[in-house]
């Protein structure tokens, strides 16, 4: 595949200089071949997460986790994606997609990627999972295949505890085709009376109770301290059916379940109050139009047209499923006790200047403080709001939350905080996807003690990562500022590849303040110090800067960009790094998730690498770095390149000025990944992705398997001894390791 270079020999002299506005480049200039279809990109990354439930080097435990990590990615996609594009066809829009395709089409090659995926998913665990958990003494079994004894166990379990929950549901004249909820599995039933007459009813299968069965084995013997052997509640349910219809003669059983349009709608602008408009969003959410049916293959085509012509679903929006539907709910086993079944443990480093009993905010005020998650505690972050919730000097704390989780001790610090007097101010994101719930009973309990609590601003989600802190020290204020990658929530920091920044710079704290004031007040705020924010200057800075690199290269040869994100999708954006590579200037992009860019394409991304990493941690860092000739700048935040994080959030970028830590993270963070030859996948030229393999130049090197390495074999890496204050290397040794919170 080959295309003319966008800027010619001729036209590049006219180029902007160093410093002159970015040229905007319309869609048109590229064919809509030079970009890879998103929801196929999408795709493709489920199938890279299922590579690893297949990679037998994987522990047992974490590959059925990944599988089930990929069922629940695929149930989002249906209920986010297809929903919205079904959403398009349904309204006419016919308008393309970068790429080239219309919404129809988009739904056809969903579906043409979509089947093999789900086929691969249900191979996946029938013939390479369940045999290896069997050997291990884990039994996930077919009800068939279970001894008298053990039926007769779940037959007690049956009517104890499912048979009291379990409402079967009539469909005839006088009982209307009931609401299949979003989700949910359930069972079609067919029956036939003492009279003859055949009958339909639907039993939704129980979700508020294990979806795995324990069974006690026969023998009187468990498998490590617990029982050993699992049957699906679906089958047990289906195999006792006859409890629930009696007198009734039960001719067949199929399992199917639905998928719903789970994306909120909310009128902003007509919002009273945005927490209760959420809040009756949320109970909307499984009533939303059916999306997707997925059946067992043996369920008779009457049935199909049935269940289809209720739910208002095309054939085309029904798929197939052989053996277990929702393997989400694999996720349980995940939580057995058997640690040789699992990655191991590690504890992780508290860094030394933040060491128990130290002076935190002197620490800060000597140097900017760097912390990479989860090599680095995030207990470090707790104790950040903590202290300052305690600390009487301390007069005021604000922070942004997206996702905090449930239980939050940032949350419970805050309380504190405003219950001490101090003033504190939250703005929670309430349209956070899937964790509005939990935001909403948190942002009432901050109402509650008085927290200024505000919802961000409209027709934005306010998805950047800051807290700041403000501190009356002798006749003067200092602002203490920390700035992530991630989100404040302490579940997900131990498996998510995060870096934040803890800093007293007052540039840093000016900014800060003004951001606030942008997300709680009316101000109008366009132009900071130090941030890049979107929607105001985070798109046109990024471009300014891929400009200045793109002059660099011109001039010198030796231009050179590394970027690190979670997803590629804008065209501005795409189409400005693809005259960067024409230019000549290196480009690498880790990109774990979508990536519509075409790398390796003569003539428009011949210098373009991307690469991406799929191992135990999930990679959510955004990192970019601008080389400038060896004088790099490098910046970190929450944005990834998408319309929607540029255009559609507010969104923060911030750069890392402290020359150790920023080359700390260029040398031992950035160009580590880039020698994956373990994790790594290669994005070629046709949107396919190929296993980095490794040579006598590149051996064996899996990034994140050393960062753990790294954490317990070696006292100085995470946080590098040049970047320490001398009076406290000290304490590198006796403190570099403990976190007894952990």
């Known amino acids: 595949m080959t295309v003319e270079p966008i800027l010619s020999k001729e036209t590049a002299k006219d180029s902007p200089k160093d410093g002159a506005p970015a040229m905007v480049w319309p869609p048109s200039v590229l064919d809509p071949a030079m970009y890879i279809n998103r929801e196929i990109s999408l795709l493709d990354y489920n199938a890279r997460v299922l590579e690893e439930a297949q990679d037998a080097r994987n522990p047992l435990l974490e590959r059925l986790k990944f599988c089930a ?85 779940l037959r007690e379990y049956f009517d104890r505890v499912v048979f009291p929950i379990t409402t079967p549901l009539a469909v005839d004249p006088g009982h209307p085709f009931p609401h299949i909820s979003n989700l949910s599995l359930n069972l079609a039933v067919e029956l036939q009376d003492p009279d003859g007459q055949q009958h339909f009813a639907r039993v939704k299968v129980p979700n508020v109770i294990p979806r795995l069965v324990a069974v006690p084995p026969s023998d009187g013997q468990d498998g490590r301290g617990r029982p050993a052997v699992y049957a699906w509640l679906d089958q047990v349910l289906a195999a006792n059916l006859g409890a629930l219809f009696p007198q009734m003669q039960l001719l067949t059983i199929h399992p199917f379940r639905v998928i719903r349009d789970a994306d909120l709608e909310i009128q902003e602008l007509e919002a009273d109050d945005l927490l209760e408009t959420v809040e009756r969003s949320l109970s909307r959410r499984r009533f939303g139009e059916a999306v997707a049916l997925f059946l067992n293959p043996a369920m008779p085509a009457h049935l199909r047209r049935l269940l289809t012509a209720n739910l208002e679903l095309d054939e085309s929006d029904v798929y197939t499923v052989a053996g277990p539907m929702g393997l ?286 799929i191992g135990r941690f999930l990679e959510h860092s955004r990192l970019y770095y601008f080389g400038k000739g060896g004088k790099g700048e490098l910046l970190m935040g929450s944005a990834d390149l998408m319309p929607r994080n540029l255009d559609h959030r507010v969104e923060t970028l911030f750069p890392v000025e402290d020359e150790n830590l920023r080359n700390f993270i260029v040398n031992d963070v950035l160009e580590l990944y880039l020698r994956d030859t373990v994790k790594a996948r290669i994005l070629q030229p046709d949107g396919m ?45 006796k403190y570099g390791r403990v976190d007894p919170q952990e």
């Not at 629940?72 to 829009?93: C, K, N, T, Y």
């Not at 992705?689 to 790294?710: G, N, W």
Request: with cysteine; glycine share 6%; proline share 6%.
């Open 689 to 733: 992705y190929t296993r980095a393999t490794a040579s006598d130049l590149l051996p064996p090197y899996d990034v994140q398997a050393a960062l753990v390495e790294r954490v317990t074999s070696d006292p100085e890496v995470v946080f590098p001894l040049s970047a320490l204050p001398k009076k406290y290397r000290k304490y590198l040794t």
């Open 69 to 153: 990590i990929v069922a629940g990615m695929l149930d989002e996609f249906f209920m986010i994606r297809v929903s919205g594009i079904r959403e398009q066809v349904a309204a006419g829009i016919t308008e393309r997609s970068p790429d080239g395709m219309t919404p129809a089409e988009e739904i056809a090659a969903i579906r043409r990627r979509g089947i093999p995926l789900l086929a691969a998913q249900s191979a996946t665990f029938a013939e390479q999972l369940q045999p290896a958990l069997a050997e291990q003494g884990i039994v996930i079994a077919d009800y068939a295949a279970l001894t008298g004894a053990q039926h007769d166990a």
């Open 328 to 613: 989400s709910d694999l996720m349980e086993l995940t939580r057995l006790n058997r640690p040789d079944l699992k990655y191991p443990m590690f504890t992780p480093r508290v860094p030394p200047v933040l060491h128990p009993g130290g002076d935190l905010f002197h620490a800060i005020q000597q140097n900017d403080i760097l912390l990479h998650h989860p090599f680095d505690s995030f207990n470090a972050i707790v104790d950040f709001i903590r202290t300052a919730a305690m600390d009487p000097h301390v007069l005021a704390i604000k922070q942004t939350l997206y996702r905090v989780g449930s239980n939050s001790p940032i949350i419970e610090a805050l309380l504190q905080a405003a219950e001490a007097g101090k003033q504190v101010a939250v703005l929670m994101e309430l349209k956070a996807r899937w964790d509005e719930e939990n935001n909403i009973e948190s942002a009432r309990a901050l109402e509650h003690v008085g927290v200024h609590v505000t919802y961000g601003l409209i027709g934005l989600k306010t998805h950047c990562k800051i807290a700041l802190v403000v501190r009356k020290e002798e006749d003067s204020i200092r602002r203490y500022v920390h700035l992530g990658t991630g989100n404040y929530n302490p579940s997900t920091a131990r498996s998510y590849t995060d870096l934040g920044l803890l800093t007293a710079r007052p540039d840093f704290g000016a900014d800060a303040s003004e951001l606030f004031n942008y997300l709680t007040g009316y101000s109008k705020q366009a132009k900071y110090r130090k941030l890049l924010v979107a929607p105001l200057t985070l798109r046109t800075g990024l471009l300014a800067l891929i400009e200045r690199e793109i002059a660099r290269q011109r001039e010198h040869g030796d231009g050179r960009l590394i970027f690190k994100m979670n997803g590629l999708v804008d065209p501005a954006l795409i189409e400005t790094l693809y005259r960067a590579s024409q230019a000549g200037v290196a480009i690498d992009l880790l990109v774990r998730g979508v990536c519509c860019l075409r790398p390796g394409v003569p003539g428009l991304s011949d210098h373009i690498r991307v690469t991406s990493i």
